[in-house]
């Protein structure tokens, strides 16, 4: 079955210091992963996917198949980081796109 | 282009009513997908569509259910309302599934159930 934890409900963070936001997965095949971010008052949007292998906004994610891991990471926390992340999960066409319950990080001054 | 669209935004209605909710995809989507985001919950996975068809379904009452219309787009219908079916319901649309196609998001339809 497929499942994603997202293991931190809220994750406060120094502005400057550097963030993890944690996220596993279980899938039984070659899995998809994204992470999604929701700013306040703003629509669900894609963060970054781990196909793209790219960083946006400073952040990055290394799929980790031996550990199901997908953890999101950046070196340096801005305030503007401050918003609900979600953890995705997909996989072939024939599996649906599954969303870990969100962590939401608060970059504190 | 014009992103995806939800109506309407706001509903309140009573315990036992049903409820339509309509989402328009980007033009040349032709997946939808529903999610129902609670702050326990966070999204959970109502269904997806394709080509007028039933794709995937979450683990949902029979209560929900849904269709797609041959321009792609979705509307989903709560029948027998229930308190804990408030919830704010979205709506992503995306080129078809797969590994790099990414969802985009309608801004979604808060429903409350008193």
């Known amino acids: 079955a497929q499942r994603v934890t997202q293991p931190e409900k809220l994750l406060s963070v120094f502005k400057g210091a550097p963030v993890e936001l944690k996220c596993n997965y279980s899938?039984?095949?070659?899995?998809?992963l994204f992470w999604y971010v929701q700013y306040s008052r703003q629509r669900l949007q894609l963060l970054l996917r781990?196909?793209s292998r790219e960083s946006i906004k400073g952040f990055t994610a290394d799929l980790n198949k031996g550990e199901t891991s997908f953890h999101l990471k950046k070196p340096f926390a801005q305030e503007e980081d401050s918003a609900m992340y979600y953890c995705a999960l997909g996989g072939s066409p024939a599996d649906k796109i599954i969303f870990g319950k969100g962590t939401r990080l608060h970059i504190l001054p | 282009k014009a992103g995806v669209t939800q109506t309407p935004r706001y509903l309140i209605k009573t315990r036992g009513q049903q409820v339509t909710l309509s989402c328009s995809p980007i033009s040349g989507h032709r997946s939808v997908s529903w999610y129902q985001q609670t702050p326990g919950q966070g999204l959970q996975f109502l269904f997806e569509y394709f080509s007028e068809t039933q794709r995937n379904k979450g683990n949902f009452p029979g209560r929900f259910s849904g269709r797609q219309f041959s321009n792609s787009r979705s509307e989903m219908n709560v029948s027998t309302l229930e308190l804990g079916d408030s919830a704010l319901y979205l709506c992503?649309?995306?080129?078809?599934?797969?590994?790099?196609?990414?969802?985009?998001f309608g801004p979604g339809t808060r429903l409350t159930v008193l």
């Open positions: 899938y039984s095949g070659s899995p998809e």
């Open positions: 781990h196909i």
């Open positions: 992503a649309s995306s080129v078809d599934r797969g590994t790099y196609n990414e969802q985009f």
